[in-house]
């Protein structure tokens, strides 16, 4: 299939989306592991998914997809956005709802820490992950989409954004957050 539909291609978002949160769940449980020697439950939400790395992996996957025969500019261009994302969302937080969801102040590896809002070992990981995202898991994704049928892609696709949308939802409502 050389075209792809909008309905194609916002499907593969979506995918991209539940991805993003859920690996950005997995790295940071594994991150507070090593900084603090025990397992805390990380994010916002009830679910294991943070949507802040979800809307990352689609800022990345957006803004790159003409330089992937570049990957230093894949790493480099998604290094900055994800950097300007994570101290933006931070400082708005803050500044708006009084809220510090994270603080690098208080971690480990925060070396080039601005504020506690982003470090340079973050930047780096954001790069790194945009890497694997992009030449790895979004082949992935297009396989699937290419070799599955419409129906299976659909719920493959959307179940997952869905239950996310809806974890948002109901935690926002309970958790009384931002």
């Known amino acids: 299939m ?12 979506l995918l991209v989306f539940s991805f993003g949160g859920i690996f950005g769940f997995l790295y940071e449980e594994l991150f507070y592991y090593i900084d603090l020697g ?6 916002t939400t009830f679910g294991p998914w943070i949507p802040i790395y979800g809307v990352g992996a689609v800022l990345i996957v957006m803004s790159t997809y003409r330089l992937l025969r ?6 480099a261009v998604s290094a900055l956005i994800c950097g ?7 400082y708005v937080l ?12 208080t971690e480990i590896w925060n070396w080039g820490n601005i504020g506690g809002f982003i470090c340079g070992r973050s930047v780096l990981f954001f790069g790194a992950s945009a890497l694997f995202l992009q030449y790895v898991v979004c082949p992935g994704f297009r396989w699937l989409r ?16 869905s239950l996310f949308a809806l974890d948002i939802a109901v ?8």
């Open 2 to 13: 050389s075209t792809r539909s909008f309905r194609d291609e916002c499907l593969f978002i």
């Open 70 to 75: 570049y990957p230093a500019a894949v790493f």
């Open 171 to 178: 935690s926002r409502f309970f958790q009384r957050i931002p």
């Open 146 to 161: 290419d070799h599955c049928s419409r129906n299976t892609y659909l719920l493959v696709s959307v179940v997952p954004a």
């Open 38 to 43: 025990y397992l805390v439950k990380r994010g």
């Open 94 to 105: 803050l500044q708006f709802w009084h809220t510090r969801l994270w603080d690098y102040n």
């Open 84 to 90: 300007l994302l994570e101290l933006a969302t931070g």
